[in-house]
Nanobody
Framework: QVQLVESGGGLVQAGGSLRLSCAAS????????MGWFRQAPGKEREFVAG????????RYSDSVKGRFTISRDNAKRTVYLQMASLKPGDTAVYYC??????????????WGQGTQVTVSS
């Protein structure tokens, strides 16, 4: 089992940047692929970014590619989402997620509680 706690959300102007963090507790953090999802009011939760267990491979949705960067520090048991050039359409609750050895990060096993990101225009 792994517990995930997001932080770093808040208000930002369009074009600005935010850095989200997800702190994990539990056993063998490095055995989990990690990722970020987001959900805006009235919309389905969508995949944003994922990173492999060793941190050597990343994947992004088309809507954030080139603007967001996911990274992880296995020693600190933390995954990050650096968000740049933010747009009002990025406004959502952002969720950290973890996938075990069998699962794909697009269908994670564990979720954090979410952190609100609001981008004003």
């Amino acid at each position: 089992q792994v517990q995930l706690v997001e932080s770093g959300g808040g208000l930002v102007q369009a074009g600005g940047s935010l850095r989200l963090s997800c702190a994990a507790s539990g056993r063998s953090f490095s055995s989990y692929a990690m990722g970020w999802f987001r959900q805006a009011p009235g919309k389905e939760r969508e995949f944003v970014a994922g990173i492999s267990r060793g941190g050597y491979s990343t994947r992004y949705s088309d809507s954030v590619k080139g603007r967001f960067t996911i990274s992880r520090d296995n020693a600190k048991r933390t995954v990050y989402l650096q968000m740049a050039s933010l747009k009002p359409g990025d406004t959502a609750v952002y969720y950290c997620a973890a996938a075990g050895l069998i699962a794909s990060i697009t269908s994670p096993d564990y979720w954090g509680q979410g952190t609100q990101v609001t981008v004003s225009s």
